[in-house]
Every structure is written in structure tokens, then in C-alpha cells.
């Protein structure tokens, strides 16, 4: 009987601990995005008008489907891109199949946060160094493809990008000339 009991009780601890277990990991861990996949480089012509990293033959750029979670300050790296006609940001901006000014207060965001052109429109705020600004999202900056035409022959985004125009950097007193600049964001 007591060896009876034991084994009934064993055989519900590791049935308890298997499903949790398993249960865990299939839930993706908060706030953590990995990388999905690899993308092989592929060099070509890459408009080179606001500095932006190109492609490399040969090698190999991580690719994300997802964005870390969007809070009331959500970390991320700030880029400059153009949007205009023949410039760095390649075809026209994904929500509305237009150009846009460098006049414009208009971003595009990594794949996750661009949710499927959820976001298309919005305006969200932009906070670098004390100073808040509100943008448009036009466009999706995108995490998975890169290295051809489409993308002016650049790597996919990381992760956690808002790629403004020069109109946001210059709103929020930023040196176009760095390139990159750790800001938060939030939606309006």
C-alpha cells in the first residue's frame, strides 16, 4: 500500500513538473526576442546618402520576427533614413505606397512593433535627451529581409528600431552626422 502511495504521488509530481515544463516552453519568455533566422548577404548597390550600413557578401545578418514589448518607455535605437524618392529608404513607405518629405515628422518601425501595418498612421512619441516629439508611422523598418533591391541593398533592422526622417532628429536636437541615438517611445 505505502509503495503503492508513493508511486501514485511520484507519478503526479513529474506529471506536474513535465507540464510545466513544457507549458514554459512554449510561452516565449517576456520581453525577450531572439533571432528567428540568418540572412545571407548579398552586396549590390546601396544608396549611401544618410551613411547606412550595407551589405556584405558572404555575411550572415540576423533576422527577427518579433520586437521586445511596447511600454510607456519602450527602449530603441533611433536611425536616420530618408524617405524620399531616390534616396536611402529604398521603394515607397508600406502604409500609404508614397514618398515622404525630409520635412516630414514621419519613422518606420521594426517588424514587431509595425505589427503587420497595425500601426500604419499613428503617431506615436519620441523622447531623446528630455525632448518629445510625435511622428507618423509610414513604414515598416524590416526585420527579416534585406540585401536586395527593395532594401537598398541593407541588412535587415535589429529588433528595435525607429528609423526617422531628418525632420525628427533635427525636432529632437540630434546630430544627423552620429547616425544612431538611444531614445524611448511610446503610443500616443
Request: net charge negative; aromatic share 6%; charged share 20%.
Amino acid at each position: 500500500m505505502a509503495t503503492a502511495r508513493a508511486l501514485a504521488t511520484m507519478a503526479i509530481f513529474l506529471l506536474v513538473a513535465l507540464s510545466t515544463s513544457v507549458a514554459s516552453s512554449l510561452r516565449p519568455s517576456l520581453g525577450v526576442c531572439r533571432a528567428s533566422g540568418y540572412l545571407p548577404g548579398k552586396s549590390g548597390n546601396c544608396e549611401k546618402s544618410n551613411d547606412p550600413d550595407c551589405c556584405e557578401d558572404g555575411k550572415r545578418y540576423p533576422q527577427y520576427h518579433c520586437s521586445p514589448p511596447v511600454t510607456a518607455t519602450t527602449k530603441a535605437v533611433l536611425t536616420l533614413n530618408s524617405f524620399e524618392k531616390g534616396k536611402d529608404g529604398g521603394g515607397p513607405s508600406e502604409c500609404d505606397n508614397a514618398y515622404h518629405s525630409d520635412e516630414e515628422m514621419v519613422v518606420a518601425l521594426s517588424t514587431g512593433w509595425f505589427k503587420n501595418m497595425a500601426r500604419c498612421g499613428h503617431r506615436i512619441k519620441i523622447t531623446a535627451n528630455g525632448n518629445s516629439v510625435y511622428a507618423k508611422v509610414v513604414d515598416e523598418c524590416d526585420s527579416v529581409y534585406g540585401c536586395d533591391e527593395d532594401h537598398n541593398y541593407e541588412p535587415p533592422c535589429a529588433n528595435n528600431i525607429v528609423d526617422a526622417s531628418p525632420a525628427v532628429w533635427n525636432a529632437l536636437g540630434l546630430d544627423q552626422n552620429v547616425g544612431m541615438e538611444g531614445i524611448t517611445w511610446s503610443d500616443q
